[in-house]
Nanobody, 125 residues
Framework: QVQLVESGGGLVQAGGSLRLSCVASGRTFSSYCMGWFRQAPGKEREFVAAISWSVGSTYYADSVKGRFTISRDNAKNTVYLQMNSLKPEDTAVYYC??????????????????WGQGTQVTVSS
C-alpha cells in the first residue's frame, strides 16, 4: 500500500530555514499530485504547496509564495519542501499527501487519498 513518511521538522528561529522530506513508497507516483498541507492548533488543515510528479509543475499558497519551494527527486521517490524566511505563523504540523492526478493539483485537502503522519514545525519569534 501507499506509504508517505515525512521528516525534517523542528524548532527554528524566525527568519530561519528548514527542509521537509516526504518519502513515498508502495507504487509508481509518476501520475500523482503530491501536496504539502499544514495544520496549526485550533485551525483547519490548509494547503501549502503541490507538485505534479509527471511534469514537475508547482503550485503554492499565497502565504508561502516566494519563501517555500516544493521539488521532487524521482530516483529517491521523495518530495521536498524547502522553507526559507520562516515566520511564527508558519508554526504547524506539516503533512505530505498524494492523489492520482495526471496534471494540475488540488488545494482542497479532502481530495487527497494518502497522508503521512505529519512533522512538527515550530518557529520562535
Amino acid at each position: 500500500q501507499v506509504q508517505l513518511v515525512e521528516s525534517g521538522g523542528g524548532l527554528v528561529q524566525a527568519g530561519g530555514s528548514l527542509r521537509l522530506s516526504c518519502v513515498a513508497s508502495g507504487r509508481t507516483f509518476s501520475s500523482y499530485c503530491m501536496g504539502w498541507f499544514r495544520q496549526a492548533p485550533g485551525k483547519e488543515r490548509e494547503f501549502v504547496a503541490a507538485i505534479s510528479w509527471s511534469v514537475g509543475s508547482t503550485y503554492y499558497a499565497d502565504s508561502v509564495k516566494g519563501r517555500f519551494t516544493i521539488s521532487r527527486d524521482n530516483a529517491k521517490n521523495t518530495v521536498y519542501l524547502q522553507m526559507n524566511s520562516l515566520k511564527p505563523e508558519d508554526t504547524a504540523v506539516y503533512y505530505c499527501a498524494a492523489v492520482p492526478l495526471g496534471f494540475g493539483y488540488y488545494s482542497d485537502y479532502e481530495r487527497y487519498d494518502y497522508w503521512g503522519q505529519g512533522t512538527q514545525v515550530t518557529v520562535s519569534s
